[in-house]
């Protein structure tokens, strides 16, 4: 994939994304592995707009997030988590999105350390889910601004739960990740509709869990 | 109706129910009868993101699910319930979408097999419901990934209930048909809008049912 | 306004409110005063799919809501409804929509007649409202098949309130007008957004009311 | 900035509010600074259709709120609040927006004079904000008719709160601003977030707070 191509589809899944209100603002941030060897990412710069984003703004990065050509802006500091999950996980694009449902699970849940979603059929949408008879744990990591912090936090967590789909941050949002764009920008749309189920399911029966 | 007229239909439904949050990531699928003796049925591919579908993923099927001609994907396991309902109900149209509400509503009804909606005047928006006072029967099925017992028991379903005019799988989504497809589809917008008007009515009164 | 005119508009509107699920499927229906004297009024036809309206289904009826010229398909039972507001009340224009919350709030307020709906700043969006310190009657009827019964208890109601904007009809929906059209289309916008927030702040707290 | 750019500006953003339905009906104004000395200010005129807003709706005028040539309309009694903002912060630009969110919530809060969001990513895209560990008061004054009384409890606040972002007024909706147009757009995207996600919160485990 060349930057060319990555910057265009970055910019049309964050568009998508501000509409449907899970990249209000300047929130969030979307990467994509150019390559491999060497490590080559396109990643969306800090602070944009995700209402108006153009190609201008998405960056090419090494793997210790160093930007390797000239563009507008500058990487996150964000930029060390997507790096962590491409390195972890071997994901080839990460969305890390920011909407009222995860936001209000991850403050519900985080005592716990996260909860499971079980049963769903919408759950086969997450890559190598064939049942619904599935038990997807959904870790919830306390925030930081110290972002070395967050990636070692995750670094832990993926080395205890190789088969999760996505954590969430407290108060904070969602990260999830796919073999390819297209898988990635699908469990977010899977990841967004479970947990707006389970919250709504929640609400109907407050004893309910 | 010519394949290559309903595939067009088919997008299109398939499209606006995606952004309305009806069929997200590549849940769902859609079918309507092109001839009926033999049985012809247009059919949405299995595992297509219904965000970005085209007519080359609409597929031809006969009365066992195989494909008539070539095409861009294979039928889903699902095609054996859509093919059930066209057979034991004789609807010209067949919608399965996966939204919230219908989630929520599955789970929470689930174990009493089902609920009635009774009393709204939107009740009328189903085919040959002409009064609010109809009581409306919605079964919800266990979810099974063996299409052919969940075919099974839909046609149990459809020989003890003929007037139904769709039917819930727990944690899944909702079955709903018609005569064409224009109905079918009607009959989707119809029984989403009382889903979540029975939803939210009662979370405004968690005793009420 | 002329009948090409007052049929565009209204499909502007029917097309913009199915958008905003407030006329799902067939649901709902759309008046203007074309004449006063003698009455000619257009009118939205029976049973159309206001999600794919056209100006041919608009049709031109008199004060007994006789078709006054040929045109795609007939006036529904509702439009003694819509005369009896343009009688009564005077009104240029009349919109019966069929929202969740107008739905969930009729059910919920009909044991009372009514309900009130006080101190919002929002309700100076009513014609004739010139501070929030207002209290506005929103009166429940039952709902009824016999639009001549619920004509006549419209015409009561209008005689013992003559300051209410609209009312809803039990499980089924609202009507509001205005002098015009652009009112009665803000009417609908000020009296939904009113219904949105007061049946949220009553969840919200739910001893509340 | 130009008139004419800004009204360009200010009709893009009412637009894009109406549509995301915090300002539906004739409800909310908008302002944006052209110079500050003599200042002039650009804004929204009275009782315009949000929906359906255009340039010649956009007045210039001074620091008395005077008109300073010919356009489509007059100024509300809102502008008072705008230029007091204005003044007091030294904002480039004010957003009075009215949400079904923001409405419950300053008349659940209001007697405790305004509530804390704390601890929430999302506070960061309100400026000056660099950890999610801020503490954001969000106070409510009650709603008044009188403008000047308004806006002088507006002055008050602000000698005793230097560092909100936003204000609500009970049943009423918000006011937020921020050096410039856009962001005090983002101030309003990130204010509306977080209520709902508050709100959300809370109804979700009545006992929170």
């Given at each position: 994939m060349t930057l060319a191509d990555a910057a265009e589809e970055?910019?049309?899944?964050?568009?998508?994304?501000?509409?449907?209100?899970?990249?209000?603002?300047?929130s969030g941030n979307l990467s994509v592995v150019l390559a491999r060897d060497p490590l080559r990412v396109a990643i969306t710069a800090s602070s944009i707009d995700k209402g108006r984003m153009h190609p201008r703004q998405i960056l090419e990065i090494d793997n210790q997030g160093v930007m390797m050509r000239a563009a507008e802006g500058k990487p996150s500091a964000e930029t060390l988590l997507h790096l962590e999950v491409i390195r972890?996980?071997?994901?080839?694009?990460?969305?890390h999105t920011h909407s009222v449902w995860t936001t209000v699970l991850s403050d519900y849940h985080h005592a716990n350390g996260g909860f499971h979603i079980e049963g769903y059929e919408?759950?086969?949408g997450l890559e190598g889910?064939?049942?619904?008879?599935?038990?997807?744990?959904?870790?919830?990591?306390?925030?930081?601004?110290?972002?070395?912090?967050?990636?070692?936090?995750?670094?832990?967590?993926?080395?205890?739960h190789s088969n999760i789909h996505g954590l969430l941050v407290r108060r904070h949002?969602?990260?999830?990740?796919g073999k390819d764009l297209a898988t990635a920008a699908r469990?977010?749309?899977i990841l967004e509709f479970l947990m707006e189920a389970v919250g709504r399911r929640q609400m109907m029966e407050p004893q309910f869990s």
């Open positions: 970055l910019v049309r899944l964050g568009t998508d994304f501000h509409r449907r209100s899970w990249m209000l603002g300047t972890s996980i071997g994901a080839g694009a990460v969305m919408m759950l086969k889910v064939h049942t619904h008879e599935h038990r997807e744990w959904i870790p919830v990591l306390d925030n930081n601004q110290d972002m070395s912090i967050l990636a070692a936090q995750a670094q832990e967590l993926f080395a205890a949002g969602m990260y999830t990740w469990h977010v749309e």
